[in-house]
């Protein structure tokens, strides 16, 4: 499971307030806590910023990478930010996002043609979030096909699906869920990536659906998620789902969770 | 979700005792407690008293029958135990089970042909258990159309798939898994069920692994368990899955259970 660590993000209002006051040290602690933790990817997002964003998430960029050499995930719907934060980032970044938006899809595809940057593909398009299995998986096609044209390769790929809430109609899990399993079979080494506690909208304990949510997914194939590494519980669900699911050889990563102490029995 | 309560079995010290000391009491408040925590059929079984196993069935039957009237699963490999607990039972027991091994298939299908019994049927054949996919469907068709052609109605099977330990096989949970949706999509109206708890054998914190596997495994349209329904945790797993996995009409179990306070978030 490739994690990628969403606690720096502007929508937090302790990173808000962090990243207003230049506070580089709350920020590299959250990235070394997270790296620590297991995170492959420190997401940055400084999207609240609105005229400021790109002078932020390169600041971002540059404190977290002064303490973790994992890459970050430059989490922007602005192509022109990540391209600033993009000119000093070291090593292999993932780009989050692109969509089929027509602007999104146009600015950003350029930057990415050619390159080995890792890119997630967020099932959206200027007709709005998709609702069933099949408006995910036609969307789906056309970016992946597009990135594919434009010489990135299927494994840089993370497609993201879009979780929408149970609570709004009882289907839009099981069409997630389906949609994952699609995408894993029809594009061979590409990954799909999901941020998922937007299942759990409007319900009670959301923490604990969103767990349970998480252990389905793994069971479909979804080998990526933008998620909360220090989140004992959540990562002890993605250990042990691994494990259910046939991915972890000899239940090695399970064990060593185990006996990390991440788990209530 | 179809709740088999799985307490009453001699394999369980307690339990063989109070068989054994004819004491009613400890069985009756096993059978009621389960009733009341949420199960739709009391399992009952004494196998493990060779050549008194009838006679101990058979008053396991009565007792539970006084202080329920949820039907009870009769649960034996032997088809005169069984007959003998049957002649007592009132209301629609579920026979725990029918398998293709030659000797009780041949004995249990006429006491089956042409009833309303509900009955589970053990993907289990004389050449052992199954371990891949089609060697589970393969036994879950000839078991299912011999039943079907002896008059037993296809909403009245519980196809059991035989879940095997991931420890011994990183295969064996997807296998089960990939079984159960396939049995429910081939046999419309049919059901599947399973005792899931081998699924963690020789692993730490098996009751954590059992519920992430039990959420999986509804999400691929499992839809009955034999299982300990005092365990709140694994009650609060069956109830988020279902909301999760689109069986629960605008969460409303899931909202009950929640306010029943089975969860930890």
Not at 93 to 118: M, Q, V
Not at 136 to 142: C, E, F, N
Not at 143 to 154: A, C, D, M, S
């Amino acid at each position: 499971m490739l994690i990628i660590g969403e606690l720096i993000n502007s929508s937090r209002k302790a990173v808000a307030e962090a990243i207003e006051k230049q506070d580089a040290e709350t920020i590299q602690k959250l990235a070394g806590d997270q790296a620590e933790a297991g995170a492959d990817f420190i997401d940055v997002n400084a999207g609240t910023f609105v005229g400021k964003e790109s002078q932020y998430l390169k600041w971002l960029v540059t404190n977290v990478q002064e303490v973790t050499d994992r890459p970050c995930a430059i989490d922007s719907p602005d192509p022109e930010a990540i391209q600033v934060a993009l000119e000093i980032h070291k090593g292999i970044p993932l780009i989050n996002s692109i969509s089929l938006e027509k602007e999104r899809y146009d600015s950003l595809l350029p930057i990415l043609a050619g390159t080995d940057f890792k890119v997630i593909a967020l099932c959206m398009s200027d007709a709005g979030m998709p609702e069933s299995v099949e408006d995910r998986l036609k969307i789906a096609d056309q970016l992946v096909n597009g990135l594919i044209q434009n010489n990135v390769k299927t494994e840089n790929i993370f497609v993201d699906p879009l979780v929408q809430p149970v609570s709004v109609n009882k289907t839009f899990g099981m069409e997630f869920l389906n949609a994952v399993e699609e995408i894993m079979k029809r594009f061979e080494g590409i990954h799909t990536v999901c941020g998922l506690s937007n299942i759990s909208y409007g319900l009670p304990a959301r923490k604990f659906l969103n767990r349970c949510f998480m252990t389905m997914a793994i069971s479909r194939g979804l080998d990526a998620a933008i998620m909360n590494p220090l989140d004992q519980q959540m990562m002890a669900a993605v250990a042990g789902a691994e494990a259910l699911a046939g991915k972890d050889d000899f239940c090695m990563n399970y064990l060593k969770a185990f006996r990390a102490g991440n788990f209530a029995d």
